[in-house]
């Protein structure tokens, strides 16, 4: 149980184009979903952290008007990088927290999606 | 930052030993978790420890909390090839966010 997919899984583009990144708990109803960024050989870094319905809550530093997410529904977030640049390539990786458990501070993550903008 | 460090950033062990990784934190803390991650993957969550725990097992995993010295350990004891991946602490403080460490590079060598 508890699982998180994230589509797609490699992506290539070109400087200026926009890229979408969906996430989605496939088999439980997600309280929060947190996306985060993780360059080569370094930790995750949380980009922000989103709830059905509402808009997304951004960490200091990252861009809202860059990194527009979406958080439709209860099993739905989507994370679209806008006017990607090379210096966006990172690996992005995505999390929820299960509403149907008592405690809600596991996350259970994506396998993540690796973004190379040309 | 309230990033937490983990120490050491890679270790190689022989096949069947055991594996120590340690991971220290700056302020109070909720619960701790341990996070593994194979190359290029995304992260599986091995193990969580509340702040009023001090020891917690999981088949081979031994993860002990020291809040006084803010620190945490992992053991993983009798290594396989298949341990090999980085292993990262993650802190909560109370709301639903974590704050990763620098991560463990871990390499079994068969």
């Known amino acids: 149980g508890a699982v998180v997919s994230q589509h797609p899984s490699r992506v290539i583009c070109k400087s200026g184009t926009s890229v979408k990144i969906e996430c989605r708990s496939l088999?439980?109803?997600?309280?929060?979903m947190f996306w985060y960024r993780q360059f080569p050989k370094q930790s995750l870094m949380l980009m922000a952290t989103?709830?059905?319905?509402?808009?997304?809550?951004?960490e200091q530093g990252v861009e809202k008007d860059k990194f527009l997410i979406n958080h439709a529904s209860l099993t739905l977030s989507t994370l679209t990088v806008t006017s990607a640049h090379p210096e966006d390539s990172s690996f992005y990786i995505c999390?929820?927290?299960?509403?149907?458990?008592?405690?809600?501070?596991?996350?259970?993550f994506g396998p993540g999606t690796r973004l190379t903008v040309l | 930052s309230q990033q937490g460090e983990e120490d050491p950033q890679a270790l190689s062990i022989q096949e069947g030993e055991n594996a120590t990784m340690n991971c220290s934190y700056k302020?109070?803390?909720?619960?701790l978790q341990w996070y593994r991650q194979n190359s290029g993957r995304g992260l599986v969550h091995l193990i969580l420890?509340?702040?009023?725990?001090r020891e917690k097992h999981s088949g081979r995993l031994r993860v002990t909390l020291d809040t006084s010295k803010k620190s945490s350990s992992l053991l993983i004891t009798a290594s396989r090839a298949a341990d090999t991946a980085s292993y990262f602490c993650?802190?909560?403080?109370?709301?639903?966010?974590?704050?990763f460490g620098t991560g463990t590079r871990l390499t079994i060598i068969p």
């Open positions: 999390s929820a927290t299960d509403r149907g458990r008592r405690f809600t501070d596991t996350q259970y």
């Open positions: 088999d439980f109803q997600a309280t929060t």
């Open positions: 989103s709830n059905e319905g509402s808009k997304a809550t951004y």
């Open positions: 302020t109070s803390i909720n619960n």
């Open positions: 420890i509340r702040s009023n725990e």
């Open positions: 993650a802190t909560n403080f109370g709301n639903e966010k974590l704050t």
